[in-house]
């Protein structure tokens, strides 16, 4: 079936510097692209999404870019936190059979050093 | 208030034995999910409902069955669990139109021994 690759799978940055998660996806007729972040043994949450109409995308620190000609899309952070340590995945619109359906990154554990 | 309810929130099993995991929302959402989450391997999609009774497998579906019958409401079924069922399982939903970011519930953790 359809994937969507992320890397890295484990990210260590120094607190307040910036750490940037990428994905791409295979499907060309994908339209949305959600990130969400999960903290240990708790659910995954949305932060930030970005549809096909968009290139960019901003929210406080979070920064969603997205080149759909390359078929990648990207999660930036700014100005990093021990708070942000934590599980993000990625996530491409694809087609279910009946419908639409997610597809989900295989994760990046990021790590934030004080 | 918007939620996604998952029942039980930890359940032990013994091999062989038949599993039900429930899962609720109350926002009229279309579309339900329903995903496992094992370490590296993300989470896996393992059945979707786009309303009552119309439920498409996902992409791994084998050993699962589901059940819908009310719009808020999406069962998981395990007919005589495996061992290699472990895994943390996850529910959501989401509106059935123009693509939305699913709501997860906060996971039902099963141990199959």
């Known amino acids: 079936g359809e994937q969507v690759e992320q890397l890295p799978s484990i990210l260590r940055v120094q607190e307040r510097s910036s750490a940037s998660i990428n994905c791409t996806y295979e499907?060309?007729?994908?339209?949305?692209f959600p990130w969400y972040k999960q903290e240990p043994g708790e659910n995954p949450k949305l932060i930030i999404d970005?549809?096909?109409?968009?290139e960019r995308k901003q929210i406080q620190g979070l920064i969603v870019l997205l080149d759909k000609k390359a078929k990648r899309f990207s999660l930036h952070i700014t100005d990093t936190q021990p708070a942000d340590s934590a599980m993000y995945f990625c996530?491409?619109?694809?087609?279910?059979?009946?419908?639409?359906?997610?597809?989900f990154g295989t994760g990046t554990l990021l790590s934030v050093k004080p | 208030d918007m939620k996604v309810t998952q029942m039980p929130r930890y359940l032990i099993k013994r091999m062989g034995e038949n599993v039900l995991l429930e899962c609720g929302q109350d926002m009229s959402h279309e579309t339900m999910y329903w995903y496992r989450q094992d370490p590296g391997l993300g989470l896996q999609l393992i059945y979707i409902?786009?309303?009552?009774?119309?439920?498409s497998e996902g992409d791994i579906p084998k050993g699962y069955r589901v059940s819908r019958k009310k719009r808020e409401h999406f069962s998981l079924i395990l007919d005589s669990a495996k061992t290699n069922q472990t895994s943390v399982y996850f529910c959501?939903?989401?509106?059935?139109?123009?693509?939305?970011?699913?709501?997860f519930g906060e996971g039902t953790r099963l141990s199959v021994l």
């Open positions: 970005i549809r096909s109409n968009m």
């Open positions: 996530a491409a619109s694809g087609y279910g059979g009946s419908g639409n359906k997610l597809i």
């Open positions: 499907n060309s007729a994908s339209n949305y």
């Open positions: 409902s786009y309303d009552v009774d119309s439920n």
């Open positions: 959501a939903s989401s509106r059935g139109l123009n693509n939305q970011a699913p709501l």
